[in-house]
């Protein structure tokens, strides 16, 4: 079976500053692994994705992860943040049976 | 293209009162498909998933049931709400490297 733990419920950040969200996995295969940002009342955007290339991943406002196999991580980073970044963001695993599990979630609150 | 469906967008439901959400797919044939409901303040949480017709797993015990009459419907139930269901229901599918979500529905029971 597969997992995963976003290891912190909460993030705060001042606006300009870099965001870290942590992200480890447990998968029997080689996973394929997401980021996704849920804003107050909206539905799931796909922030980037991993799916066995690149290990470190880009994806859409500055955001970008790197997939490490050694620590079972897939960390989410951004350099600077900024307001409009404040909302929910899920790590998800999923495997070759796409079959998939999110993590718990981490609200990132911005501060100005 | 793919596209997921879902309604209602909002419900307001009594307690004890029945249940029933849809969700319809496009654009692919015999999808993975999942339910999660999100708790005020709390993330998603797997309710059920489906590899095929008629083929439903439960993953938490609950008054919800859910059903696949067909390879592209998924439909969530309870014949009896109570007020811990209030929350935020996603229908999902999953294919190789990605998933897509619908757009939801936000349940309040009063």
């Known amino acids: 079976a597969q997992s995963v733990t976003q290891l912190d419920s909460h993030v705060s950040v001042s606006e300009g500053t870099p965001v870290l969200l942590r992200c480890n996995y447990s998968?029997?295969?080689?996973?394929?692994l997401f980021w996704y940002v849920q804003h107050p009342n909206k539905g799931l955007q796909l922030l980037l994705k991993?799916?066995?290339?690149?290990?470190l991943v880009k994806g859409i406002n500055g955001f970008e992860a790197e997939f490490k196999k050694s620590e079972t991580s897939f960390h989410l980073t951004k350099p600077s943040a900024h307001m409009s970044d404040a909302a929910e963001y899920f790590c998800?695993?999923?495997?070759?049976?796409?079959?998939?599990?999110f993590g718990a979630g981490t609200r990132l609150t911005v501060k100005p | 293209s793919q596209t997921i469906h879902q309604w209602p967008a909002t419900l307001v439901q009594p307690v004890g009162s029945p249940l029933s959400l849809e969700c319809t797919v496009e654009?692919?044939?015999?999808?993975?498909l999942y339910w999660y409901r999100q708790a005020a303040g709390r993330g998603l949480q797997l309710l059920f998933y489906?590899?095929?017709?008629?083929?439903i797993s439960s993953e938490v015990p609950q008054n919800l049931s859910a059903s696949r009459p067909q390879d592209r419907q998924f439909i969530l139930s309870s014949k009896k709400l109570l007020l811990s269901d209030s929350g935020f229901y996603l229908c999902?599918?999953?294919?190789?490297?990605?998933?897509?979500f619908g757009p939801g529905t936000r349940l309040t029971v009063l």
């Open positions: 654009g692919t044939s015999n999808p993975n």
């Open positions: 999902a599918w999953s294919a190789p490297d990605t998933q897509y």
């Open positions: 991993y799916t066995s290339a690149a290990t």
């Open positions: 998800v695993v999923s495997d070759i049976t796409n079959d998939m599990r």
């Open positions: 998968s029997s295969y080689s996973p394929s």
């Open positions: 489906s590899v095929g017709i008629g083929q």
